[in-house]
C-alpha cells in the first residue's frame, strides 16, 4: 500500500481544470462558502460533476462541508490551504540569489 502525503493529495485534486475553478471561487467567497447549487450556477457544472469534484476536494483536505438545514455549504479549510502554500513556498530561493531580471539591458 502507498501512502500519498496530505500535500501530493491536495496538489493532484488541483490539478484538475475544474476542481481549480470550484477552489479558486471558494476562496473568493470567503469563509462562509457557498451553497452546492451556487457553485454549479456559477461554473456551469452539472450536479453530479459537480458533487464529483467536490467530494476530492474534500478527501484532499482543502474543502469543508457544513450542512445547514437542507442545504451543504462548502468553504475552504484555511489553515489546509496556508500549509499548501507554505510547504510550496518553503525552500524559495534557498541557495539562489532571488533578484529581479533586468529585462531591459
Not at 484538475?16 to 471561487?25: E, G, V
Not at 450536479?47 to 474543502?63: I, K, M, W
Amino acid at each position: 500500500m502507498t501512502l500519498i502525503s496530505p500535500n501530493a493529495r491536495a496538489l493532484a485534486a488541483l490539478g484538475h481544470d475544474a476542481r481549480l475553478s470550484i477552489f479558486r471561487l471558494l476562496v473568493k467567497a470567503g469563509p462562509d462558502g457557498l451553497r452546492v447549487g451556487d457553485i454549479g450556477q456559477h461554473l456551469g457544472l452539472a450536479p453530479s460533476t459537480l458533487a464529483h469534484h467536490l467530494s476530492t476536494l474534500v478527501e484532499a483536505g482543502l474543502v469543508l462541508q457544513t450542512k445547514q438545514g437542507r442545504e451543504v455549504f462548502n468553504s475552504v479549510d484555511y489553515p489546509a490551504m496556508h500549509g499548501l502554500l507554505a510547504f510550496l513556498t518553503e525552500e524559495c530561493c534557498t541557495g539562489i540569489t532571488c533578484t529581479p531580471r533586468d529585462d531591459a539591458a
